[in-house]
């Protein structure tokens, strides 16, 4: 079985990509802080007849991210589709005219700081298998800034031109990364904006491996 890690799990779209990917003969690599919460979307997926295994990690100790990931490779297998998608709301957004060093910092360690970690563990075997993939999720404010997300929008704006890169770089290699910028609030009540909607949207990146990038709108109200 092809195998997928979700760095970032949780209960809303992580639970539900994972399911789109089980569709479609996936195994699946649960990645978040804490496992018994992870043990639990496991179960719920093995109910569903989709195999998945949880893995804790805290996306802000990038040790701990290579750690978890090696140990995935070494209980399951190859990882054929890397998903990256983690939020961490003890992070403050902050106005535009209000971003500083130092409440800027700690959102790119957290996003671009743990989508290397992430991202450059599972490359390189991938490069030498010359396949694989990576799908980087972002909100909105990465492409379209949102002024009261000013801090947020540099470190996520960051993270896409990385995966932007990647892609041009990577395809002569057989390896796909894509970016999935979300302007939306997911699950808020608009019908193309509820969890499985757009978990359907990135599994559809995989599958026809051609866009570099999907700006996904759907406004509530």
Same mark, same amino acid.
């Given at each position: =079985?092809?195998? !997928?890690? !979700? /760095?970032?799990?949780?209960? *809303?779209?992580?639970?539900?990509?994972?399911?789109?990917?089980?569709?479609?003969?996936?195994?699946?690599?649960?990645? $978040? %802080?804490?496992?018994?919460?992870?043990?639990?979307?496991?179960?719920?997926? &093995?109910?569903?007849?989709?195999?998945?295994?949880?893995?804790?990690?805290? !996306?802000?100790? +990038?040790?701990?991210?290579?750690?978890?990931?090696?140990? @995935?490779?070494?209980?399951? *297998?190859? @990882?054929?589709?890397?998903?990256?998608?983690?939020?961490?709301?003890?992070?403050?957004?902050?106005?535009?005219?209000?971003?500083? =060093?130092?409440?800027? #910092?700690?959102?790119?360690?957290?996003?671009?700081?743990? &989508?290397?970690?992430?991202?450059?563990?599972?490359? +390189?075997?991938?490069? $030498?298998?010359?396949?694989?993939?990576?799908? !980087?999720?972002?909100?909105?404010?990465?492409?379209?800034?949102?002024?009261?997300?000013?801090?947020?929008? /540099?470190? &996520?704006?960051?993270? %896409?031109?990385?995966?932007?890169?990647?892609?041009?770089?990577? #395809?002569?290699?057989?390896?796909?990364?894509?970016?999935?910028?979300?302007? $939306?609030?997911?699950?808020?009540?608009?019908?193309?904006?509820? +969890?499985?909607? @757009?978990?359907?949207?990135?599994? #559809?990146?995989?599958?026809?491996?051609?866009?570099?990038?999907?700006?996904?709108? &759907?406004?509530?109200?």
């Amino acid at each position: =079985m092809p195998l !997928i890690t !979700i /760095i970032g799990a949780g209960p *809303g779209l992580g639970l539900e990509i994972a399911r789109a990917f089980g569709r479609r003969g996936f195994d699946v690599a649960l990645v $978040a %802080r804490t496992q018994s919460k992870l043990d639990s979307l496991a179960q719920t997926l &093995a109910g569903e007849g989709i195999t998945a295994h949880g893995f804790a990690a805290d !996306i802000s100790r +990038p040790d701990t991210v290579t750690a978890a990931l090696r140990s @995935i490779t070494d209980t399951l *297998g190859p @990882i054929d589709v890397l998903e990256f998608s983690p939020a961490d709301p003890s992070l403050t957004p902050v106005d535009v005219l209000e971003v500083t =060093m130092e409440n800027l #910092q700690p959102q790119i360690d957290f996003y671009l700081g743990g &989508a290397l970690a992430a991202v450059g563990t599972v490359l +390189p075997d991938m490069i $030498a298998a010359g396949k694989g993939t990576v799908l !980087i999720t972002t909100g909105g404010g990465s492409i379209s800034p949102m002024p009261f997300l000013g801090n947020v929008n /540099i470190a &996520a704006a960051g993270l %896409r031109n990385w995966a932007l890169n990647l892609h041009n770089a990577l #395809q002569p290699k057989g390896v796909y990364v894509a970016h999935l910028g979300i302007t $939306a609030l997911i699950g808020g009540g608009h019908p193309d904006a509820e +969890p499985e909607v @757009i978990a359907e949207a990135l599994a #559809q990146l995989h599958d026809e491996r051609q866009q570099a990038e999907l700006h996904y709108v &759907a406004y509530n109200g």
